[in-house]
């Protein structure tokens, strides 16, 4: 399976992107489907995901701004991401990931960059 993340871009504080992420095969195969960012300087912190049964989890950070769903039919996840502020800015890594594991089976995409102006 491979992941192309794409929706990034500029967007202005307050302002909303979508970015989606579309897998080359069945996204059932994993666990749970993420997105992660990793902003200049820092390490890279999970931003949400969505298990295969929908269970979802958010980073303290983007709860109630960023919301996470999945398309399966089309093997695409989205992240919806409103109310953005200048700290959202990072580049965004969708995941999909093999829970039980060290993180050898994880798949990457990589990576959209999302910069968020005052």
């Known amino acids: 399976v491979q992941l192309v993340e794409s929706g990034g871009g500029l967007a202005q504080t307050g302002g909303s992107l979508r970015l989606s992420c579309a897998a080359s095969?069945?996204?059932?195969?994993?666990?749970?489907m993420a997105w992660y960012r990793q902003a200049p300087g820092k390490g890279r912190e999970l931003v949400a995901w969505m298990t295969s049964d929908r269970i979802t989890k958010y980073a303290d950070s983007v709860k109630g701004r960023f919301t996470i769903s999945r398309d399966n039919a089309k093997n695409t996840v989205y992240l919806q991401m409103n109310r953005l502020t200048f700290e959202d800015t990072a580049v965004y890594y969708c995941?999909?990931?093999?829970?039980?594991?060290?993180?050898?089976?994880?798949?990457w995409g990589q990576g959209t960059q999302v910069t968020v102006s005052s």
């Open positions: 095969g069945d996204i059932f195969d994993f666990n749970a």
């Open positions: 995941a999909a990931l093999k829970f039980g594991g060290l993180g050898e089976d994880d798949v």
